[in-house]
Every structure is written in structure tokens, then in C-alpha cells.
């Protein structure tokens, strides 16, 4: 704090220019510690007079030109003509909204042919304008420009479009043709789905370095590992069941000993591949379908395929490699847990294992095995390729995945049938 008897003017008081005190320029230009010392001013000179002011550039033209944008437009009215010139926009339309309409009605025509600007809200005045004017009423001298934002508005403020009619039902007879045509044309896709398979499995077999190892590996653990368990369950309880039911009429001949041959028979040759093949359908089939539907419903199908990845290659290949390879092994756990629940009823009712064994052994040949067994690869090829097709021709929404699961398990128990029985004759017409 300064002290006022000493003739220091008190702190926020003025006490004169300090500056004026000191030589001019000396107090600001203090050279620092061991720097040279500054030049003063009037050793400096004069210095360069100041350039003139710049010129206006294109953003000061600009913010004119939004200026006078803003101005609102002319509206007037002679006798039965409503006149509007100027610039309607949305700058500007608020300021004559109300006087515009006020002088419309009762117009008979509205000249637009002053009008220099126009967008959708200026046109949506014009529009207010004519409704006002009334049904009669004229929009003359439009430019081009602002007649095509006048015929926009007016589109979009029509009235929706009424939805299409219902479609009329067919009639009997048509129906039956519709219902035929659409079962041709999923012939004719199964087809095509069956000879680009088919291709791609060939395609396979001659440069198997391209295929994709760490898939079928992942499909093989999901089709047949993680399927052990439940194949070996059923296997047990069909193999009791069919031991039961198979020992009641024979006993009454005295030929209870022949039950090990006739289940044994019947698990091997067809029991064993048919419900394996059946487990597979309603778990791995729905499985693959719900897989590759997921995948076509979120477009990620022909998003690999715009990226020149063949979906064929990388998504249903591994899957029909794993289901044949794993096939097999799973009707021959069915096959072994059969024979297994089957003993343990035929030691039930007090029949020797020894017995049991030398029935089956001199009841089953080799050809039944693998008969059994081929039959089961073929079940897997055909089970994976509807599952794969089922979900790569699924539709769009949110029952999709659901329908195409569906299909994939009724496809798959129907072709299963059907296919057992061709080879059911097939086997009988080649005495094996």
C-alpha cells in the first residue's frame, strides 16, 4: 500500500500517466539480463505506414446477399389478381403469412410471375393461398424452377394412396395349380441346390487343401460328441423295449432263446441307422437351419457373396462332411448301447451272457453291419444338405428362422423314410 504523506497517490487512484515520466518507449522495451540493450524509438524510425483497408471478399458479398434475402417479399392486390414477387422463402414467408391469405380471398387468379425464390415453404403459403382464393382460382406466370417446387408440394401434401385391394381367392381348380407350380418350382430349386452340392463336393475330393479343417472339426464335436449321450440313452431303452416286446410271442413257441438274433438283426440292419438318423434330423438339421437362416435374414449370406466368398464352400461343405463322418459312428453307438439293454433283459430272464453273445454272433454277419452303416452315411449327407438348403432359402422376418427349422426337420424325416424303404428294396432285390 502506497502512503498518502509521502505524495504516492492511493492504489486504484489515478497519480498521473506513469509512462509520461520515463523517456518514451524506455519503460516497455527493457532488454533482458545479459541480452543487448533495445533501440529506442527514435532510432527506429518512423516505420512502414499501415496498407490500406482490404477489399470486400466473397463471404462479405455473401452475408449481403443473405441480407437482402431476408427482406420480405411484395404482396399486393389488383382488383381480382393476387400478386406476389420477391423472394418467398422461409425467411421471409412468417412476415406476410397472415396478409397474404387476408388478400386472397376472393382472388380470382394469383400472378407468380414476380417471384425470384421459392421453396417449401413459400410454396405451402401459395398453396394456403389458392385454398383461400377458393376452387377457381388461377396460379399463372410460375418460372419453371418455382413451378416444380409448387408441383412437389403439392404431391406431398395429396392424400395418402389408398392400399391395393385384397387379392381375390382362387378357386378350387386354381388352387391345386398354384399349389402345383409352387411345389415345381421347389423341385426345381432342390435340384439346383442338389447340383451345386454335388459340384462342390467333387471340387472337394480333387484339391482337398482347400478345405476348411477347423470347421469340420467344430461341426464334427456338435454333430457327433456332444450327440454320445443321447444316443446312448435311447440306444439302451430301444434295446430293452425291443427285447420285451420280442420275447412275449416268441415264448409262447419255446423260442425265447432266438431274441438276441432277432434284435440283433433288426437294430443292425435298420433300428440302428433309421433312429440315429431321426436324432440327427430334429437336433443337427434344426441346428443347421437355424444357423444359415439367422445368417440369410441378417443378409450376411450375400454379403459373402459380394466379397467373392462362395457360401457353398465355406458354410455348407464342412457341414455335410461332418454329418457323413459322424453318422456312422453315431448308428454304431446305437447299435452297441441296442445289444447292451437288450442283454441285460435276456439276463433278466435268466439266459446266460454267454448265450446271449453266441446268438448275436451267429445271427448278425458282417454284411448287416455295414450295410447298416452305409446306410447311415448317406442319412447324414442327405439330413445336413435339407438342413443347409432349409436355411439358405429362408425369407424375411421374424418367423423365417422358425419355418426354416421347421422344414429342415420335416424334410428330414420324410427323406429318411423314404430313402429306407428304396433301400429296403434294394437290399432285397440284391439277396443281402
Avoid at 53 to 65: L, Q, T
Avoid at 112 to 129: F, Y
Avoid at 204 to 211: D, E, N, T
Amino acid at each position: 500500500m502506497s502512503d498518502p504523506r509521502n505524495g504516492d497517490a492511493p492504489v486504484g487512484e489515478g497519480g498521473g500517466d506513469r509512462r509520461a515520466e520515463a523517456p518514451e518507449g524506455a519503460a516497455e522495451r527493457r532488454s533482458a539480463p545479459g541480452s543487448p540493450p533495445l533501440p529506442s524509438a527514435e532510432e527506429m524510425g518512423p516505420g512502414r505506414p499501415p496498407d490500406a483497408a482490404p477489399a470486400p471478399g466473397p463471404a462479405v458479398e455473401a452475408a449481403a446477399d443473405g441480407e437482402a434475402d431476408g427482406a420480405p417479399p411484395e404482396v399486393r392486390r389488383d382488383d381480382d389478381t393476387l400478386v406476389l414477387s420477391g423472394r418467398l422463402t422461409s425467411d421471409t414467408a412468417g412476415a406476410v403469412w397472415r396478409r397474404t391469405l387476408k388478400m386472397a380471398d376472393g382472388a380470382r387468379r394469383i400472378d407468380l410471375s414476380g417471384l425470384e425464390g421459392l421453396d417449401t415453404s413459400g410454396a405451402a403459403l401459395v398453396l394456403a393461398a389458392a385454398r383461400v382464393a377458393g376452387d377457381g382460382v388461377s396460379l399463372d406466370g410460375a418460372s419453371r424452377p418455382v413451378a416444380a417446387v409448387l408441383d412437389r408440394s403439392r404431391q406431398a401434401e395429396g392424400k395418402p394412396a389408398a392400399p391395393p385391394p385384397p387379392a381375390r381367392k382362387l378357386g378350387p381348380i386354381r388352387m391345386l395349380g398354384a399349389w402345383g407350380v409352387g411345389r415345381v418350382e421347389a423341385a426345381g430349386d432342390a435340384a439346383a441346390f442338389l447340383g451345386e452340392s454335388s459340384a462342390t463336393l467333387v471340387n472337394a475330393a480333387r484339391r482337398p487343401k482347400g478345405l476348411r479343417v477347423a470347421d469340420i472339426l467344430r461341426h464334427l464335436d456338435e454333430v457327433g460328441t456332444r450327440a454320445f449321450p443321447l444316443i446312448a440313452l435311447l440306444g439302451v431303452l430301444i434295446g430293452v423295449i425291443l427285447a420285451f416286446q420280442s420275447a412275449i410271442p416268441m415264448r409262447q413257441y419255446g423260442a425265447d432263446i432266438f431274441v438276441p438274433r432277432l434284435v440283433g438283426i433288426s437294430l443292425l440292419r435298420e433300428l440302428g441307422p433309421l433312429l440315429a438318423a431321426v436324432i440327427l434330423a430334429g437336433r443337427t438339421g434344426s441346428a443347421f437351419a437355424a444357423e444359415l437362416g439367422t445368417m440369410t435374414v441378417n443378409e450376411e449370406i450375400s454379403a459373402l457373396r459380394i466379397m467373392g466368398i462362395d457360401p457353398m464352400v465355406m458354410l455348407v461343405l464342412p457341414r455335410l462332411i461332418a454329418a457323413t463322418l459322424a453318422m456312422p459312428v453315431l448308428a454304431l453307438l446305437m447299435d452297441i448301447t441296442g445289444l447292451i439293454g437288450m442283454a441285460l433283459v435276456m439276463i433278466g430272464t435268466g439266459f446266460p451272457l454267454s448265450v446271449v453273445i453266441n446268438q448275436v454272433r451267429i445271427g448278425v454277419t458282417l454284411g448287416d453291419l455295414t450295410g447298416g452303416l452305409a446306410k447311415a452315411a448317406i442319412f447324414g449327407l442327405v439330413i445336413a444338405g435339407i438342413g443347409c438348403r432349409a436355411g439358405l432359402s429362408a425369407g424375411s422376418g421374424p418367423r423365417a428362422v422358425g419355418d426354416a427349422a421347421t422344414a429342415a426337420v420335416v424334410g428330414g424325416i420324410i427323406a429318411l423314410v423314404l430313402l429306407d424303404g428304396l433301400f429296403a428294396v434294394l437290399f432285397y432285390r440284391l439277396g443281402w
